[in-house]
């Protein structure tokens, strides 16, 4: 099966950096996805890692070690609407080729 | 224009109701989703249909039945509901199977009383 462990809250204060940690156990790996969601939105997708390393996408990076099964998702210059949830998710290949599964999300909350 | 558009946005209903939830994806995607967010946020995926083909049935109650009559369009169809069923229904699209950035629909919100 698949697991996925992330905090459930975050709280950090506008320009500050925040990073969002997330652990996973599952049998079939493809790579590593993070998700966001506002309150009452869609989750929309972030970023994806599939090899070792850092993928940066303007303030937000994400960062994958398969082989200690654990990613993280790095966010820069806080800005208030940043607070939202976010969402790692996992996808395999063979029998659970073209599901994500997703961890139970972390509430990021953004001071001013 | 909309990506991936749900109707209804919002459903009350008793127990024991049938209703239905569609979902239309106008990017050309092969791949539709149903996913289910309970009240903890917890977003599990139900179903997957890619060109009409279902291809993932996450072992939902077969109270549960989607349908695709064409690889724009995913319906979710629920007989006999009950108050478990409360949560926010997501469909979901993405251009392939195997694709990891999937396209969300802006939710159904389901209220069982």
């Known amino acids: 099966g698949q697991s996925l462990e992330q905090p459930s809250e975050v709280t950090a204060v506008e320009g500050a950096i925040v990073q969002i940690n997330c652990t996973y156990q599952?049998?079939?790996?493809?790579?590593l996805s993070w998700y966001q969601q506002h309150d009452g939105g869609a989750p929309t997708f972030l970023s994806y890692?599939?090899?070792?390393g850092l993928e940066e996408t303007g303030r937000f990076s994400s960062f994958l070690s398969r082989s200690d099964s654990y990613g993280y998702l790095l966010l820069q210059e806080l800005q208030m609407k940043d607070s939202a949830s976010y969402f790692c998710?996992?996808?395999?290949?063979?029998?659970?080729?073209?599901?994500?599964?997703f961890g139970r999300g972390t509430q990021l909350t953004v001071w001013p | 224009d909309t990506a991936v558009s749900q109707t209804p946005k919002y459903l009350v209903t008793q127990m024991g109701n049938d209703k239905s939830i569609k979902c239309e994806q106008n990017?050309?995607?092969?791949?539709m989703y149903w996913y289910k967010q309970d009240s903890k946020k917890f977003l599990k995926i139900m179903f997957s249909?890619?060109?009409?083909?279902?291809?993932i049935n996450e072992t939902v109650p077969n109270r549960f039945s989607p349908k695709s009559p064409d690889k724009a369009h995913l319906n979710l169809h629920i007989n006999s509901l009950e108050l478990g069923d409360s949560a926010v229904y997501f469909c979901?699209?993405?251009?392939?199977?195997?694709?990891?950035?999937?396209?969300f629909g802006p939710g159904t919100r389901l209220t069982v009383t």
């Open positions: 890692n599939a090899l070792d």
């Open positions: 998710a996992v996808s395999g290949g063979g029998s659970t080729l073209g599901r994500l599964y």
């Open positions: 990017l050309g995607h092969d791949t």
């Open positions: 599952t049998s079939g790996f493809y790579g």
């Open positions: 249909y890619n060109n009409k083909e279902l291809i």
């Open positions: 979901a699209s993405s251009p392939r199977q195997e694709s990891y950035e999937q396209y």
